[in-house]
Every structure is written in structure tokens, then in C-alpha cells.
């Protein structure tokens, strides 16, 4: 089950972010101005080969493989690599 971390980092400049963590997995959403959601990023299978799926407004989405500086890839630092990308249609 998800659960709320309360006290998240602001990055000034950026729409405001809350996140949501479980064993699992975390889910980061940033909220505009109006208070809808403008962005969010789910990063799954943090146990094993993790991923990070991320949507920004209004259609842009990545997938994306995430090394931890401590996993298969073994860089010194965190690090995305794209994944895959995929066309997006409306419905």
C-alpha cells in the first residue's frame, strides 16, 4: 500500500511535488498552479531492475531504466537511461 511521505523537498522554480512510497514502489506528482496534476513520475520494481515511467503535461511520456550507482550497471552516481518511447494518441 502507497503511503504519503509529508515532509518532500521543494525545488523552487518547480510545480509543487508530492510523493507516495511502499516497499515497491514510489509515485512523484507535481501539481500546477491550479492544483491538477501537470506531471508524475511511478518508479517500479525498486527491489530488482527499476523503472521509471513519467508523464508531463500535456503528452510527453518516457520509460526509462534507473541505476542506482549500486545495481547491474554499477555507475558511481543515480542515473536514468531511456528506455523506450512510444507515440502517444488521443482518444
Known sequence: MLREIRRVRQ???????????SSRLDLFVWYGASEAPVGFQLCYDKDGWERALTWNA????SHEV????????????PHKFHESSWGCRRA
Open 11 to 21: 525545488v523552487e522554480g518547480e510545480a509543487h511535488r508530492r510523493w507516495f512510497s
Open 58 to 61: 500535456p503528452d510527453r511520456f
Open 66 to 77: 534507473v541505476d542506482d550507482g549500486e545495481g547491474r550497471l554499477a555507475l558511481p552516481f
